[in-house]
């Protein structure tokens, strides 16, 4: 009895286990935009930040990747050191070089709003390179695309629309001791933050479908986090170097928010991130990781108000409840997706067990065959 209990909770954990791992990384996106915009608004480089940050996931998990994978790593090839070196230049230098720089010209609600158009680039590029199936016929690929532009959709409701204010009793304690700073980004701040997104968000998207290609040749995920982060700090620096000539105050670290802002975005944001990202890619597909993307902007939303006394809009609401139904078609989609797999590696098993059965009786019949001639013979001498 204890054991068929054991067994039916390790199926459930295995089942639920990629939902947690997405459910994981929206969380901790949704607290480093907060605290990495504290960390900004105190004169943090974005440049600097990036080689930090990597730099720190680097040493946190260079000692688990040495250790517990050394007989499971695969040699390295020309063509995947290739592929990391362009790993660590599409997320861990341009998207967090472009992104952060962008929050920097507008709002952490703003940034994360923007990113909701990371699910419909990742769907498209994998649907492209064949990482997804896509089945426009099938009710559950319908699913699935409306699903993906429910969640784009009501992420932009959040943003764009408004509507009354809904009174919440601590937005207006914070408030008072905590008032809002008077030097709101502009509109042109606004607008050369969205280019800036828009084009982290497209690389953050080209690095999710290349991880995928590379952890099929390169299986160990620990190590090829590692690279990746070592990787993105070596080319970070030298980018760095090139773009902040001669502005040698920008490297100096204290003990305060920024300091916090690296350690928890380079061992969150990066390193578990990537670690995480990996493993469910490999199960699920690299647009399932993406599609709980918008769940950061509901996260955001919450914890904003509060820490920072974010007033609650009827917009926000009805936005947060489009997102959650759009996620609720994408993950029945990906649900049938996995039950349609499962069944037809059930076909394929039966029927090559019924090849194999039909092979062994086969051969048994020629083997009688072959026994009964040998008689016949031997009696037809005698």
Known sequence: MEEMSRDRWLRF????????GVLFLQLGYAFNGIIVKSALNKGLNPCTFSVYRNISAFIAFAPFALYFERKLRPQ???FVFLKIMLLAQLEPVMDQILYYTGMKHTTVTYATAMC????????FMAWIFRLEKVNIRR???????????ATVGGAMVMTLVNGPVIPLPWTNVIRVHHPRPSDAPSQDDHLKGAIMITAACFCWASFYILQAVTLKEYPAQLSLTTLICMMGALQGTLMTLVIEKGKRGIWSIKWDTKLLAILYSGIVRSGASYYISGLVMKE????FVTAFNPLGMVIVVIVSSFTLGEQMYLGR??????????????????????????SRNEEVEIS???ETSADKNVS????DDGIIKEEVGSEASI
Do not use: C
């Open 13 to 20: 954990a295995d089942r639920w286990k990629p939902y947690l």
């Open 76 to 78: 390295m090839t020309l």
């Open 116 to 123: 909701n158009i990371l699910p419909a680039m990742t769907f």
């Open 139 to 149: 009710l559950h690929s319908q699913g699935k695309i409306i699903g993906t532009f």
């Open 284 to 287: 699920k597909g690299p647009f």
């Open 317 to 342: 609401v009805v936005g947060a409840i489009i997102i959650i139904i759009g996620l609720y078609m994408i993950i029945w989609g990906k649900s049938k997706d996995s039950s349609l797999s499962d």
């Open 352 to 354: 090559h067990d019924e």
């Open 364 to 367: 048994k019949s020629e083997v």
